[in-house]
């Protein structure tokens, strides 16, 4: 596998295989279904010719050139959908940077662009809505029509759908800010998940009886603030082992005061780990329990933490 991130500019210095490469093309941003059909047909194809697959987007997201001051927040950040891609089986990630140069390539002229930074492209691979090019105006006709003075070869790929609705990474941006787990979990086609470095926590949820791990997980777009049914593992060691738990994602409005608090994950393991500060660990989410609450006391706030405890054990057996 080539693990070359690159920008589409430098892929000529990248000194790449000379074998046909089979490009698929979007932000593809949480590499939902609809994602994982146009790159699993440029995988593919990819596989029969004995040729690269690979995959053009963009970071930063396009919206930052054009809505500056309110661009579109992501499910997946950039380094998660690297991994995500190449676990899918890409052989070359290019993240190309979404500037004012770039987005003024005229529609007719992208082919001719891509073919010459990428000298051995046979096929491009996207959805039958891709728009492209300046002024977004390129549509799939105009992409074949282009392409096809280059030799280059367009596959598009049926919307994949779901309950008649398309599946977008905006509808699940929505599903997401509701905190529907379940459903944003269903359309990706793989589970909405966290990582980073554990925190050491005050130490409060000891006394209350219920240990937590926290992380300061900081995503561009923030699930509903609630608690959630998760599986917990350890990044490289014992990594083979998910635990399952219960946890709050929220700023704890029972216990911190002001509007200046951070929200943290916090896991509550259903059995014992040694899982120290510093450790990094993957969290999966798994369903919605119900939202964050202020509570009166400490006391009101065990009483549920123990009913979410059960419903998470019930959930998982
Ligand atoms: C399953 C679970 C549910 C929680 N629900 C709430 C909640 O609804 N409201 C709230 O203020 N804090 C909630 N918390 C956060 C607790 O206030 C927090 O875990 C506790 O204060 C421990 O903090 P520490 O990790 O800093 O020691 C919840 C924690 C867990 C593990
Ligand atoms: N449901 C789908 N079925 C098949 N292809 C899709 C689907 N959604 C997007 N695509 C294709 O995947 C590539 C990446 O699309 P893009 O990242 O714009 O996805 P999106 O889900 O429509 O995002 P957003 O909702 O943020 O606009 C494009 O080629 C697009 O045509």
Request: charged share 25%; proline share 6%.
């Amino acid at each position: 596998m080539l693990k070359i991130p690159a920008t589409v500019d430098s892929l000529l210095e990248a000194d790449l295989p000379k074998r046909p490469v089979h490009l698929a093309i979007g932000v593809f941003d949480g590499v939902h279904l609809g994602h994982q059909a146009v790159i699993e047909a440029a995988i593919q194809s990819a596989k029969r010719s004995d040729g690269i697959s690979a995959v053009l987007t963009f970071d930063p997201h396009p919206s930052h050139l054009f809505r500056p001051n309110d661009p579109t927040r992501l499910l997946m950040p950039k380094s998660a959908k690297e991994g995500f891609l190449h676990k899918l089986g890409v052989d070359l990630v290019i993240f190309q940077t979404f500037d004012a140069n770039f987005a003024s390539i005229e529609a007719e002229d992208f082919p001719g662009y891509l073919q010459k930074c990428l000298p051995t492209l046979c096929a491009v691979y996207v959805g039958e809505n891709f728009r492209f090019g300046k002024a977004r105006r390129g549509d799939v006709d105009l992409l074949i029509q282009a392409s096809r003075e280059c030799g280059i070869d367009v596959i598009s790929v049926q919307r994949i759908r779901e309950n008649g609705e398309p599946i977008s990474s905006t509808r699940i941006r929505e599903e997401l800010s509701s905190g529907k787990i379940e459903r944003v979990n269903a359309l990706l086609g793989h589970r909405y998940s966290s990582s980073g470095k554990i925190q050491a926590g005050r130490k409060l949820g000891r006394t209350i009886g219920f240990p937590t791990v926290n992380l300061p997980w900081q995503p561009e777009l923030a699930p509903c603030y609630g608690v959630y049914c998760v599986k917990a593992r350890l990044k490289g060691k014992d990594s083979a082992n998910w635990h399952t738990g219960v946890a709050n994602y929220g700023v704890r409005p029972t216990v911190e005061r002001g509007d200046s608090v951070m929200p943290l994950l916090e896991v509550h393991l259903l059995d014992e780990v040694s899982w120290q500060p510093d450790d990094e660990i993957t969290v999966i989410w798994e369903k919605f329990i119900r939202s964050e609450q202020k509570f009166a006391g400490i006391d009101d706030l065990k009483t549920q933490i123990s009913k979410d405890r059960q419903f998470a054990q019930d959930f998982f057996t």
